[in-house]
């Protein structure tokens, strides 16, 4: 079984930083894309940033330049680096990881979400 843990969330006001982080564990052979969507009430969920095991990366475009993206194979760590949040990015973060677990495909595991709340 795999796990994602979310940390890093929490309460800031407008043009505050905060940094995502997300810790995968448990039977894994490899981590391909991963990544992080969010979901605010009465909204869908929305990819907010990928990055695949190369380092190539992906953002929403309400996010772009702002966030930022990048991954520790190593450690099998993802980050999101928030940077100048606005009200409109309060939502529940969710990390999001393709995984090779040695069966026939791959999967999708989420985390549980962690909640960003930016206040004006």
């Known amino acids: 079984q795999v796990q994602l843990a979310e940390s890093g969330g929490g309460l800031v006001q407008a043009g505050e930083s905060l940094r995502l982080s997300c810790a995968a564990s448990?039977?894994?052979?490899?981590?391909?894309?991963m990544g992080w969507f969010r979901q605010a009430p009465g909204n869908q969920r929305e990819l907010v940033a990928v990055?695949?095991?190369?380092?190539?990366?992906n953002y929403l475009d309400s996010v772009k330049d702002r966030f930022t993206i990048s991954r520790d194979n190593a450690k099998k760590m993802v980050y999101l680096q928030m940077d100048s949040l606005k009200p409109e990015d309060t939502a529940v973060y969710y990390c999001?990881?393709?995984?090779?677990?040695?069966?026939?495909?791959?999967?999708?595991?989420w985390g549980q979400g962690t909640q960003v709340t930016v206040s004006s």
């Open positions: 999001n990881a393709n995984v090779y677990t040695g069966m026939i495909s791959t999967r999708n595991y």
């Open positions: 990055i695949t095991r190369g380092g190539s990366t």
């Open positions: 448990g039977r894994i052979v490899s981590l391909n894309d």
